[in-house]
């Protein structure tokens, strides 16, 4: 393929909505928690300390569209101390000569790193980066950089709090996991009747298993027709 003709389909690609993948519903909601953070701190704090907030809760809100198993807004959360802690620490580091180009070396680091324990960690973490480009701008006291992590914190929490209020979709992972893995035994009883040493794809089963380790929140919190079906599955 020429390269003009790869750039062609990279940018059709990119310009087509694909509307499986769209959530206008929680696209809406994590909009309204970046407001309810934006506003008031813009109105108390002014433009630097408001847009601190508002990369915290728009980070927060990114994280919560990754594919995972775990509560929502728990995502929310540990991606908004992530971010507080890579805007207080890029703070400081801005008022020692020199450091702030190694902390940002060491940082983007460890994010690649995160890659390894999944992609919701590693898109959290890639973004904290780009938090500390953006949001760190001059040297400021110990204070004042502590207050720049802190509402960056803030947006992560709020974002956590209008997803509590407002639940959407809040098992879809779960229940897509346990669907594949009903579709892959469907498929595999069809190719039984080509070929009765086939074998079936171990992968959906152990994305399900991944998909059933609840915490105990969710546990207390799960839909009964996500209860069972998962070992019956296994069994057949």
Same mark, same amino acid.
């Given at each position: 393929?020429?390269?003009?003709?790869?750039?062609?389909?990279?940018?059709?690609?990119?310009?087509?909505?694909?509307?499986a993948?769209?959530?206008?519903?929680?696209?809406?909601?994590?909009? @309204?928690?970046?407001a309810?953070?934006l506003? !008031?701190?813009l109105a108390?704090?002014?433009?630097?300390?408001?847009?601190?907030?508002?990369? /915290?809760?728009?980070?927060?809100?990114?994280?919560?569209?990754?594919?995972?198993?775990r509560?929502?807004?728990?995502?929310?959360v540990?991606?908004?101390?992530?971010?507080?802690?890579?805007?207080?620490l890029?703070?400081?580091?801005a008022?020692?000569?020199?450091?702030?180009?190694v902390?940002?070396?060491? $940082?983007?680091? /460890?994010a /690649?790193?995160?890659?390894?324990?999944?992609?919701?960690?590693?898109?959290v973490?890639?973004?904290?980066?780009?938090?500390?480009?953006?949001?760190?701008?001059?040297?400021?006291?110990?204070?004042?950089?502590?207050?720049?992590?802190?509402?960056?914190?803030? /947006?992560?929490?709020?974002?956590?709090? @209008?997803?509590? @209020?407002? !639940?959407?979709?809040? $098992?879809?992972?779960?229940?897509?996991?346990?669907?594949?893995?009903?579709?892959?035994?469907?498929?595999?009883?069809?190719?039984l009747?080509?070929?009765?040493?086939?074998?079936?794809?171990?992968?959906?089963?152990?994305?399900?298993?991944?998909?059933?380790?609840?915490? !105990? $929140?969710?546990?207390?919190?799960? !839909?009964?027709?996500?209860?069972?079906?998962?070992?019956?599955?296994?069994?057949?």
């Amino acid at each position: 393929m020429s390269w003009f003709a790869a750039l062609r389909d990279t940018a059709r690609t990119g310009l087509t909505l694909d509307r499986a993948l769209t959530d206008p519903k929680r696209a809406v909601r994590g909009a @309204v928690a970046v407001a309810l953070v934006l506003f !008031p701190t813009l109105a108390l704090g002014g433009v630097a300390l408001a847009t601190s907030a508002a990369m /915290g809760a728009f980070i927060a809100g990114s994280a919560t569209f990754q594919r995972s198993f775990r509560p929502r807004a728990s995502l929310a959360v540990a991606a908004g101390a992530g971010l507080g802690i890579s805007t207080f620490l890029g703070y400081l580091a801005a008022g020692v000569p020199g450091l702030f180009p190694v902390l940002l070396a060491v $940082w983007a680091f /460890g994010a /690649g790193l995160a890659w390894a324990i999944g992609p919701t960690a590693g898109v959290v973490a890639t973004n904290t980066v780009s938090v500390m480009l953006i949001v760190v701008q001059l040297p400021v006291s110990t204070v004042t950089a502590l207050g720049h992590g802190l509402v960056a914190a803030l /947006g992560g929490v709020a974002q956590a709090t @209008v997803i509590t @209020v407002w !639940p959407i979709g809040s $098992w879809t992972a779960q229940r897509e996991a346990l669907a594949d893995t009903y579709a892959e035994l469907a498929d595999y009883a069809r190719r039984l009747r080509q070929d009765p040493t086939a074998h079936v794809d171990p992968e959906p089963f152990m994305t399900a298993r991944h998909a059933a380790a609840l915490t !105990p $929140w969710q546990d207390r919190h799960r !839909p009964p027709e996500l209860r069972g079906l998962r070992g019956i599955a296994e069994r057949i």
